[in-house]
């Protein structure tokens, strides 16, 4: 059997709303899916919708944000070369792909909620019995998929995303364009939760969630899982 084919959609927004302050993808949630996906003998593309560079939220550079994952990232001059030059979104195909990762981060709440090419490719991938799998803030682009009949995917689907607890925790609740906890129950998903900032991944079906940047790992290795099947 060949080496999965995995894309990893990752944000070009680096905004935090009007605050001044600077936003992005989250590089936990980067970097111990790719390792996981990398030392499983993955084939990996990265994509962000605008293309080049995606943008690294400062906040997850600091001490306190640092594993074993993101110390191998900032010493792997290849992985940082493919964060300078990502891939564009709009160019990407299913049919290239045997599954799809999108990590979080809040970059992800203003530009891949709504955006065409993200829901079109999330929904492809889905329609050719492809799992699909995003952590933290990114399960705000499983938000508007649509399935065959209308109906909103994650209706009556056990997932999970970044609580309303984890925004007040770090202050943005009123800073964000949405909150992910009620967007998802809005859309009458089965939205499931535990103690905030403590590793939780969930399965259903296709799709394959996480709760928070500790989850991140864990739902890598799920959708290994779900790819042997």
Sequence with gaps: MSAPRILMVLTSHDEMGDTG?????WVEEFAAPYYTFLDAGCDIVLATPKGGAAPIDPNSEG????????????????????IAGT???????VEDFDTVF???????????TDNQ?????????????????SVCHAPTAFLNLK????????????VAGFTNEEEAAVG??????????????????DYQKVEAFTPFAVEDGLVITGQNPA???????????????
Aim: proline letters at 4%; hydrophobic letters at 35%.
């Design 21 to 25: 302050h600077k936003t992005g993808f």
């Design 63 to 82: 001490e306190d944000a640092q594993t074993e994952a993101t110390r191998r990232f900032y010493a792997d001059e290849k992985a940082k070369a493919r």
């Design 87 to 93: 891939k564009r979104l709009a160019d990407m195909r």
């Design 102 to 112: 999108y990590p979080g981060g809040h970059g992800p709440l203003w530009d891949l």
């Design 117 to 133: 090419d993200s829901i079109a490719l999330l929904e492809g991938f889905l329609r050719q019995q492809k799992p699909i799998a």
């Design 147 to 158: 399935d065959d009949r209308g109906e909103f995917v994650i209706k009556g689907k056990r």
């Design 172 to 189: 943005l609740t009123d800073v964000v364009p949405h909150l992910l906890e009620d967007e998802l129950k809005r859309r009458g998903a």
């Design 215 to 229: 989850s991140s790992e864990a739902v890598a290795e799920r959708l290994l899982e779900a790819l042997k099947r």
